[in-house]
């Protein structure tokens, strides 16, 4: 990966992988919400560095809910206007590899089942009917 590409919402190149490997050695919540913020805007609009993060992120959802959570607020994302359908084209493994660990888990009836069910429309890649259940629910 070339990481001097991949710009966050603040345009640095040099944070996401530093954050990365703090979320993959530890649980730091700070890190968590550092690169939350970093790599989707306002839970809206997604940036290279977003989808450059996605395998990675994906890679380690199988044992954290924020990283399971984060991959899931990417793919909904991808349906806005974010200028990177090569990159997200690049991320269709890890696509699918999400894909299989949001099915185990609504299958366990987790309590976040509405949120992990929107993320799951998302990588059936429907974009649109999630962001819509998403406005309705609360």
């Not at 690169?35 to 395998?55: N, Q």
């Amino acid at each position: 990966m070339n990481w001097a590409q991949m710009y966050d919402c603040y345009g640095d190149v040099h944070r996401v992988p530093e954050l990365l490997e703090r979320v993959g050695h530890d649980d730091d919540t700070e890190a968590w919400d550092e690169l939350s913020y970093r790599l989707v805007l306002e839970r809206d609009l997604v940036f290279p560095a977003g989808f450059a993060a996605l395998p990675r992120l994906v890679r380690l959802a199988s044992r954290s809910a924020r990283a399971r959570g984060l991959a899931g607020t990417i793919t909904r994302c991808a349906a806005g206007g974010h200028g990177c359908d090569d990159l997200l084209a690049d991320c269709a493994d890890a696509i699918a590899e999400l894909r299989k660990l949001l099915d185990r888990h609504l299958r366990s009836r987790p309590a976040d089942y509405l949120a992990t069910f929107l993320d799951w429309l998302a990588v059936e890649e429907q974009y649109h009917l999630s962001a819509v259940v998403g406005e309705h629910r609360g």
